[in-house]
């Protein structure tokens, strides 16, 4: 099991701790989805709908949330180990989905 030791104050109600966001490659994808990055619940199932790799190159995400609410999510490529924002506006069919796709020696992600 894993032990955890309690967080001790360290001042003034203040606790000292770290945050981590697993986020895995899928199906050997050159992107890995972060998720949203102002929310402490980066990727939750109402806000993401499917995640999908059409290609090795490539992935698919599918993101939900009321008309013209803009979302910004941040997604990790792997070639040029960095991460982006990218910022989506939800259409009136409250779908919007975020095409990422890696053409080395450039990558891009485009909401559509």
Do not use: M, W
Request: hydrophobic content about 35%.
């Amino acid at each position: 099991s894993l032990l955890i030791p309690p967080l001790s104050p360290i001042g003034k109600g203040i606790v000292n701790f770290r945050y981590y966001i697993a986020a895995p490659l899928l199906n050997n994808s050159a992107y890995s989805l972060i998720g949203e990055i102002n929310k402490f619940i980066v990727a939750s199932q109402q806000r993401i709908l499917r995640i999908s790799t059409i290609t090795p190159s490539s992935l698919l995400i599918a993101i939900q949330g009321n008309p013209q609410e803009v979302v910004t999510l941040r997604v990790y490529h792997k070639p040029t180990n960095s991460a982006e924002d990218y910022t989506c506006t939800i259409s009136d069919s409250t779908i919007a989905d975020l095409l990422c796709v890696d053409n080395p020696p450039k990558h891009s992600c485009n909401c559509g």
